[in-house]
């Protein structure tokens, strides 16, 4: 059973930095290209940055050269690392696995405000 979760949202003041977490199982997460996706209130789900083998990675356009995306292939980890947060980053952070028909973590939430 494939397994997403989610980990190190919270509340942080612009301009601050936060590192999420997405620990996988279940599949094989080397195998994959792992992404994470956004959702802000009210709108549709954004991409944020996606990740093949260790070092491929592409970012959308709204956090790139602020945010990192990275993944530990021995301990089935994939890791954002946020900084220069901007109150427009305030969103439901979700990783996903396009194993089989796809799957989604349960997200976690990030708040950016003072």
């Known amino acids: 059973q494939v397994q997403l979760v989610e980990s190190g949202g919270g509340l942080v003041q612009p301009g601050g930095s936060l590192r999420l977490s997405c620990a996988a199982s279940?599949?094989?997460?080397?195998?994959?290209?792992m992404s994470w996706f956004r959702q802000a209130p009210g709108k549709e789900h954004e991409f944020v940055a996606q990740?093949?083998?260790?070092?491929?990675?592409t970012y959308g356009d709204a956090v790139k050269g602020r945010f990192t995306i990275s993944r530990d292939n021995a301990k089935n980890m994939l890791y954002l690392q946020m900084s220069s947060l901007k109150p427009e980053d305030t969103a439901v952070y979700y990783c996903?696995?396009?194993?089989?028909?796809?799957?989604w973590g349960q997200g976690t939430q990030v708040t950016v405000s003072s």
């Open positions: 996903y696995a396009p194993y089989g028909n796809g799957h």
């Open positions: 990740i093949w083998l260790e070092t491929s990675t």
């Open positions: 279940g599949f094989s997460f080397k195998s994959y290209l």
